[in-house]
């Protein structure tokens, strides 16, 4: 085992996280701020009004910021990474700007949705306490599967809906394996070092959701192939 060429792999892809990070931390700022906030909130009111704050900017901000991040993460997974990354990062942000605002603020009001109904139900119904709840883990990692696509192919924007759920119900491991990759990670850094999560999450996951997008598009590519 060759144990040099492992660790350089490692070290490769430990930079890359950070890159990825660093670049979409750059660019949602206003999101570390409301973070600081957070940790200062002195009641829960407060906590609940940057929570909504912070959904309400998701389509201007972070869902832009976080589909050119996931094209800087489509490259570093198939293999590329000798490319300029201010440069491609921007392009990115600016070819993707109007559709991943228009899918942002339908992600913002479905997950803006969800998070009421969780809050309404929390003292009324544990079962719907925890339906909502869930899908307010699992709504974004469907949106995120969404921005995949987006980066990946030029479609009408409900396609890009259609798309998602057909490959996340026709490939249910890799969507499972997806989420529980993400969330087990999270995990692990919080239990470790907390601060990790603000360092390598945001990349890691951008990693982790384009890694098993282009895993379940592989997969329909070939059989488009066999079918011809």
């Known amino acids: 085992m060759n144990w040099f060429r492992y660790s350089d792999d490692l070290m490769k892809g430990l930079y890359n996280i950070l890159k990825l990070t660093g670049i979409w931390w750059l660019f949602n700022v206003l999101y570390a701020f409301l973070g600081l906030n957070l940790l200062v909130a002195p009641d ?12 309400v900017l998701l389509p201007f901000v ?44 339908l992600n913002a009001t479905v997950l803006f949705a969800f998070y009421l109904a969780f809050r ?3 003292g009324l119904s ?16 469907f949106f ?35 989420i529980l990759d993400a969330v087990v990670a999270a995990y692990i850094m919080w239990l470790v070092f907390p601060p990790l999560l603000l360092f390598i999450l945001p990349g890691l996951t951008a990693l982790i959701v384009t890694y098993f997008f282009q895993k379940s598009m592989s997969v329909e590519i070939q059989k488009k192939h066999l079918e011809k």
């Open 44 to 55: 829960v009111a407060s906590v609940h009004t940057i929570v909504i704050v912070g959904i």
């Open 62 to 105: 972070a869902i832009p910021t976080t589909v050119a991040t996931l094209g800087i993460a489509r490259r570093y997974v198939k293999g590329d990474d000798t490319f300029p990354l201010f440069k491609v990062f921007w392009k990115y942000l600016k070819r993707d700007y109007v559709k991943s605002m228009l899918l942002g603020i």
């Open 120 to 122: 309404y139900y929390s």
């Open 126 to 141: 544990s079962l719907l306490e925890n339906v909502f709840y869930v899908l307010v883990v699992v709504t974004p990692f």
């Open 144 to 178: 995120l599967y969404v921005y995949c696509y987006l980066v990946d192919q030029e479609l009408p924007l409900k396609n890009y809906l259609t798309n998602t759920m057909f490959l996340l119900v026709i490939h249910p491991m890799n969507s499972i394996f997806m």
